[in-house]
């Protein structure tokens, strides 16, 4: 079993910075794909950004240029900075992993307990 932990969140006014961390445990032989996800109040989950276990990353438009994805695969973590926030970033932030297991090379998906970010004045 897998388990994803973040932690980061907080309350930051407009066009302050968050740096989210997500670290992996378990029975990991590898990770493939992490990224980060948001659900705001009301809204359907949505994609933040996501990096490959090579490093290449992609973003959701309503973030690019102000968020980046980075990960330490030696950690088994992966994190988000998020900079120029704005109250449209409100929202729990959930962090997702792509794992593969040491009997299996079809990888399991997980999800974290999310982690509240709130940008307000």
């Known amino acids: 079993q897998v388990q994803l932990v973040e932690s980061g969140g907080g309350l930051v006014q407009p066009g302050g910075s968050l740096r989210l961390s997500c670290v992996a445990s378990g029975s990991i032989f590898s990770i493939n794909v992490m990224g980060w996800y948001r659900q705001a109040p009301g809204k359907e989950r949505e994609l933040v950004a996501t990096?490959?276990?090579?490093?290449?990353?992609n973003y959701a438009d309503s973030v690019k240029g102000r968020f980046t994805i980075s990960r330490d695969n030696a950690k088994n973590t992966v994190y988000l900075q998020m900079a120029s926030l704005k109250p449209e970033d409100t929202a729990v932030y959930y962090c997702n992993a792509d794992v593969s297991g040491w009997t299996s090379a079809i990888p399991s998906n997980y999800w974290g307990q999310g982690t509240q970010v709130t940008v307000s004045s």
């Open positions: 990096i490959s276990s090579g490093g290449r990353s």
